[in-house]
């Protein structure tokens, strides 16, 4: 039996289990799949002890920086985002780390409309968390005409920008954003305090989408938000929690899973679960 989990604080709602073991059931691989709650002191003990028998970790919030700075061999995503989501051990037993999340939410919007590309596209970043720092090198090589983050905190922007040295990605405050993005991508976890980051009138046209990173309850009020302001295309970020898990299962089992069919029961089981 392969044993593998996902790691984070808090992590009790996860739906990683379920995604990983029904990818297995595609496959029938016999695997386990749990959550592993640890402090950030115990971070790193908590990985080295998993590997004595485990196969493959992902990692969620607080710990993708320290999952990265953990490893012995990373994947070039990894390295750009300075942070990782998957952990394994390679045949010299190294913990290798890789991040799959850009993967994911790049594979989940050419889902969500094939002829959707974000070569030239304009693309505002509302927020500037970990959650972008992962998405940003997989957005930066589809080649957008420019990048544009938003956050409250103007400095964790500009970190960003020194971060990923790239010509296209600038940051602005909400009051400079006078013309309208093709893509809006929103990052805060503002929607859990319930407060809704500010979207002006002229960032948004009949074309824009709006991608919220979180799923649920708090990309529901972002949702309506958006709607109230006159966007047409909304998507919620579970079908890229479905599509990092994919890349994830394909780096441990080197078999790619449908992915549809378990989204489509995930998104009745959210549905279910907020109303
Ligand atoms: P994640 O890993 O999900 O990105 P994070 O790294 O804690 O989480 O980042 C949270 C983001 O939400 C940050 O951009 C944060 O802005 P600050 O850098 O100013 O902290 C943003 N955020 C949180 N609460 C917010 C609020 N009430 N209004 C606007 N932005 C908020």
Redesign the pocket.
């Known amino acids: 039996m392969l044993h593998f989990a996902v790691i984070g604080h808090p992590i009790n709602h996860s739906l990683s289990p379920i995604i990983h073991t029904q990818f297995a059931e595609q496959y029938g691989i016999s695997l386990t799949y749990e959550t592993i709650n640890t402090t950030p002191n115990h971070f790193i003990n908590t990985v080295h002890q998993f590997f004595k028998t485990g196969q493959g970790l992902n990692i969620t ?2 710990f ?1 920086q320290a999952a990265f700075q953990l490893a012995s061999q990373c994947s070039d995503r990894a390295r750009m985002a300075q942070s990782a989501n998957v952990l394994w051990k390679n045949e010299a037993d190294q913990i290798c780390a890789d991040n799959t999340d850009g993967f994911g939410f790049i594979e989940d919007l050419n889902y969500q409309n094939e002829l959707y590309c974000l070569k030239n596209a304009e693309i505002l970043i ?9 998405i940003l090198p997989d957005i930066l090589n589809q080649v957008p005409k420019q990048v544009v983050i938003v ?3 103007l400095a ?2 500009e970190r960003l920008i020194t971060q990923f040295n790239h010509d296209t990605l600038r940051v602005k405050q909400t009051h400079q954003l006078h013309t309208p993005y093709d893509l809006i991508i929103h ?4 929607t ?2 319930n ?1 809704l ?1 500010d979207i002006p009138k002229q960032a948004i046209n009949q074309q824009t989408v709006v991608y919220d ?2 799923y649920g309850m708090s990309a529901q009020l972002f949702k309506m938000h958006a709607e109230q302001l006159g966007v047409k295309q909304f998507v919620d970020g579970l079908g890229m929690l479905v599509e990092q898990a994919a890349e994830s299962f394909f780096i441990w089992h080197h078999v790619r899973p449908k992915t549809r069919t378990v989204l489509s029961q995930l998104h009745n089981t959210v549905k279910k679960a907020i109303s």
């Open positions: 919030v607080p993708k509302l927020g500037a968390g970990g959650a972008v720092q992962g956050n409250r905190t964790k922007a990052s805060t976890s503002a859990l305090s407060q980051p990173l979180s």
